[in-house]
């Protein structure tokens, strides 16, 4: 994957976050379920983004390329 790619993937996803859930545990004490944090995924022009949502505030955060490997 080239890095452009990846930041110009990074730099749409963080100016829209808005995209699917992903069904997995969050596990991560930062981001918890009972604070109603969920794992959201995008994908750019086959660029895979992670990132996390609350869901009760619409706050975003940990922004993250997910390698495909």
Same mark, same amino acid.
């Given at each position: *994957?080239?890095?452009? #790619? @990846?930041?110009l993937a990074m730099k749409e996803v963080k100016s829209n976050p808005q995209d699917k859930e992903i069904r997995v545990p969050m596990t991560d004490p930062k981001w918890s379920k009972e604070d109603e944090w969920v794992k959201m995924a995008h994908n750019v022009n086959g660029v #895979? *983004?992670?990132? @996390?949502?609350?869901?009760?505030?619409? #706050?975003f955060d940990d922004f993250k390329f997910k390698d495909k490997k």
């Amino acid at each position: *994957m080239l890095k452009k #790619e @990846v930041q110009l993937a990074m730099k749409e996803v963080k100016s829209n976050p808005q995209d699917k859930e992903i069904r997995v545990p969050m596990t991560d004490p930062k981001w918890s379920k009972e604070d109603e944090w969920v794992k959201m995924a995008h994908n750019v022009n086959g660029v #895979e *983004m992670h990132y @996390v949502k609350n869901t009760k505030t619409g #706050e975003f955060d940990d922004f993250k390329f997910k390698d495909k490997k």
